[in-house]
T-cell receptor
Framework: EAQVTQNPRYLITVTGKKLTVTCSQN?????MSWYRQDPGLGLRQIYY?????VTDKGDVPEGYKVSRKEKRNFPLILESPSPNQTSLYFC???WGGGSAVEQYFGPGTRLTVT | LAKTTQPISMDSYEGQEVNITCSHN???????ITWYQQFPSQGPRFIIQ???TKVTNEVASLFIPADRKSSTLSLPRVSLSDTAVYYC??????????????FGQGTELSVKP
């Protein structure tokens, strides 16, 4: 089954403790991206990647890192999480870039930083 | 990226037709209009896309006037399960290059019994 998977689905952590949220897709997609969703602010893009070893900033990259060492994986790294990074995170993938290309989203990761 | 404007929220009742309009005055020649649906605590999913005139599928219809400066997503006879956030995106297909995607706040549709 074609899908985007994220792990963990729920995470509660403390300020400053490094964490990684994994994202994997099995559709051989070139484009992958991360979003955060907060009430009243909608869905905002954090980082995106068009290919292996190619990443670029979205609208809200501060406090996050990503890497794309393999085509199928695109982990999101929070090296020193803070409470303002408490949010619902989504990973997505697609065959190409541009707003017209259908994005496939993962199930989401709900992160709480205390 | 063409800037889009859509209502923040809408209310409806079961059985009614719902029309959500998206304004995109700066749409470019190569841009398509794409709509996503997001149920609570789930990722958005693609529902419909069009370039001009009318597109219909099993979920919705999309109406695009000749000047393409706006578009209307139409949901026929909504049910409680259509309660979701609907996003309008305007942009092109990019091959071998990436770019930012802007989903914005979307339109929160609440369907009541």
């Amino acid at each position: 089954e074609a899908q985007v998977t994220q792990n963990p689905r729920y995470l509660i952590t403390v300020t400053g403790k490094k964490l990684t949220v994994t994202c994997s897709q099995n559709m051989n997609h070139e484009y992958m991206s991360w979003y955060r969703q907060d009430p009243g602010l909608g869905l905002r893009q954090i980082y995106y990647s068009m290919n292996v070893e190619v990443t670029d900033k979205g609208d809200v990259p501060e406090g996050y890192k990503v890497s794309r060492k393999e085509k199928r994986n695109f982990p999101l790294i929070l090296e020193s999480p803070s409470p303002n990074q408490t949010s619902l995170y989504f990973c997505a993938s697609s065959w190409g870039g541009g707003s017209a290309v259908e994005q496939y989203f993962g199930p989401g990761t709900r992160l709480t930083v205390t | 990226l063409a800037k889009t404007t859509q209502p923040i929220s809408m209310d409806s009742y079961e059985g009614q037709e719902v029309n959500i309009t998206c304004s995109h005055n700066n749409i470019a020649t190569n841009d398509y209009i794409t709509w996503y649906q997001q149920f609570p605590s789930q990722g958005p999913r693609f529902i419909i896309q069009g370039y001009k005139t009318k597109v219909t599928n099993e979920v919705a219809s999309l109406f695009i006037p000749a000047d393409r400066k706006s578009s209307t997503l139409s949901l026929p006879r909504v049910s409680l399960s259509d309660t979701a956030v609907y996003y309008c995106l305007v942009g092109e297909f990019l091959y071998n290059q990436g770019g930012k995607l802007i989903f914005g706040q979307g339109t929160e549709l609440s369907v009541k019994p």
